[in-house]
Structures are given as C-alpha cells and as structure tokens.
C-alpha cells in the first residue's frame, strides 16, 4: 500500500499525528490529510447446473490457489458492473446477477484493507475459459467445497447453501 512522503497537493514533507483517533499522515502547510482508506472490491459466486465456478489463481495473493472470481472496482464503475467485468475478465463467462450476497470488510495481504461485496451470478453463458488472473477455470461440486482462501467467501458460500437449500454432508 502507497504511503505518501511529501504532499501531493503543495510538494511539503508530511508530518504523522493522531487525526480522528487515527495515525495519519497530513500537511501542515496546506492541511492535506492522507486517508487510507479500504480498496472496494467485488466476488462472485456463481452457479452453474448446482455447481460453483471456481477459477486457479495465477498471481498472488493466493498463487496456485482455487478461488472464487474477484477484483477491485474501477474508478467510475458500478459494483456490479465491476462483478460482471471481473467474472468475464477471469472465466469467459458472462451471466445475470441474482442478487448482493452480503458486504464484507476483509484485510488482504497485498493491498491491505478491503471491503467485498459478494454477488450471487446465475444463468451463465459463453464458453468457460481462464484469462486475466486466472490460469484455470472449472466448475466443482458444491460438496466439494471445503475452505475458500477469504473469510468472507466462505461466509458468503455458506449464506448461498443456505438460499439454495444445499446441504454439504
């Protein structure tokens, strides 16, 4: 995560002091004050003839890992807009939003901070391909689904069992 040295609105070196209960970085020339805020982020569990899609990342965090679709939302995107993009981005797929599963804050590895909103896709279509970061792509069994890599899609997988009326064992 990018932590400013010097101020990007007039150039002066930043000092660090408690601002609203928080540690941050501020100027005190121009009195800019540099929030850190959590990254917006999407996750897509998508159901295909009662199984999950599951993509293997090619990139960290997780390299090497089954996972769920996801990714950061763009500047001037829609969260959904975000969902549809990433799921096609890493699966060739497209589909339909059923519905937002729930919002989750999580911490990742690299980018720190992260809040996910988690969708429920459905109605899929396209031929299933790996791309962007993800170098394999293939749908499993919802029994065979034991722990994805986030808290929050695990809460998220166990929520849509729950909506579809699922039961793993």
Known sequence: MYQYKFCPCCGEKLDQDEIDGHIRKHCRHCDFVHYVNPKPAVGIIAVKDNKIILI?????????????????????????????????????????????LGVYTDKAQIYGPV?????????????????????????VDFKIVKDLDYPCFNKAFSYTLELLGINRE
């Open 56 to 100: 293997k990342r090619g990139v960290d965090p997780g390299k090497g890992s089954w996972s769920l679709p996801s990714g950061f939302i763009e500047t001037e995107e829609t969260a959904e807009e975000a969902c549809l993009r990433e799921f096609k981005e890493e699966t060739g797929l497209t589909g339909d939003i059923n519905q937002l």
């Open 115 to 139: 809040i996910i909103m988690m969708y429920l896709v459905d109605n899929i279509r396209g031929e299933m391909k790996a791309n962007d970061a993800a170098v394999d792509v293939k749908l």
